[in-house]
């Protein structure tokens, strides 16, 4: 069986089903219908207190609720476990668990949101968390990447503005090889700059963007080279200089 069948049954074993297009508790209020959001708040947390699973199971039933009710919450859980005194987790399934839902087809915004409000805005965790999901392996998704791997680069470099410049400029200068990651990265250097949490250096990053194949009339583009080439790190530093920018 496939993770999120797993999940559902286990689900199905605390008397939670899927009813037509929602949830409903058999045992508690049967004539509830439950979000799979719901679900997510008031069943995640016990995936890491069932004893019969060992870590690793724990880890890998997390990740399978998280494909099956696709909600955030199941990602705080995840690091909340990672992070606290039951931590950490097994590295190598957390992270490979995080790799392998940023490369697949389907929608990935519970992953993304949770790398940028979560593991890369944290001081503690950035480092790991972004080496973790892009960093270690650049090079290779650059020069050998398969279609996969490149929905993972894409992913992550988008959601990356709260990462420190230091930490992730090497990658971004890597990326800018391969076209097919030009516009994602340029969603890079945008939320490096326009996020609340937001890194750049604005000469390197102005000397990456104009490296950048990028039709013309990409929206904030403009605004964006303006803004650098006049050494402003963070849109929150000088919110004038961009709404300047713009006349």
């Known amino acids: 069986m496939s993770t999120e069948d797993d999940a559902r049954s286990w689900l199905a074993e605390r008397g939670v089903v899927e009813v037509g297009d929602g949830w409903t508790d058999v045992e508690e209020r049967p004539e509830r219908r439950l979000t799979a959001n719901d679900v997510a708040h008031s069943r995640a947390g016990e995936v890491f207190t069932d ?88 090079d290779r998704v650059v020069t050998e990447g398969s279609d996969a791997q490149l929905r993972r680069a894409g992913r992550v470099l988008a959601c990356s503005g709260p990462v420190p410049w230091p930490l992730k400029e090497k990658v971004y200068d890597t990326a800018i090889r391969l076209p097919a990651l030009h516009a994602p990265l340029f969603k890079g250097l945008l939320n490096s700059y326009y996020d609340v949490y937001g890194d750049l250096e604005p000469t390197a990053a102005l000397a990456l963007l104009v490296r950048l194949r990028l039709p013309a009339d990409t929206l904030h583009l403009t605004e964006l080279r303006s803004v650098l080439a006049a050494g402003h790190r963070n849109h929150y530093r000088c919110p004038h200089a961009w709404d300047a920018a713009n006349t």
């Open 51 to 138: 004893e019969r699973l060992d870590r690793a199971d724990q880890v890998r039933l997390a990740f399978g609720l998280l494909d099956l009710l696709d909600g955030y919450w199941v990602t705080c859980v995840i690091r909340s476990v990672d992070q606290g005194s039951d931590g950490p987790l097994p590295p190598d399934l957390l992270w490979e668990g995080c790799r392998r839902r940023l490369e697949a087809e389907r929608d990935a915004e519970p992953v993304t949101y949770s790398l940028w409000v979560d593991w890369f805005e944290d001081h503690g965790t950035v480092a790991t968390a972004f080496a973790q999901v892009l960093g270690n392996d650049i």
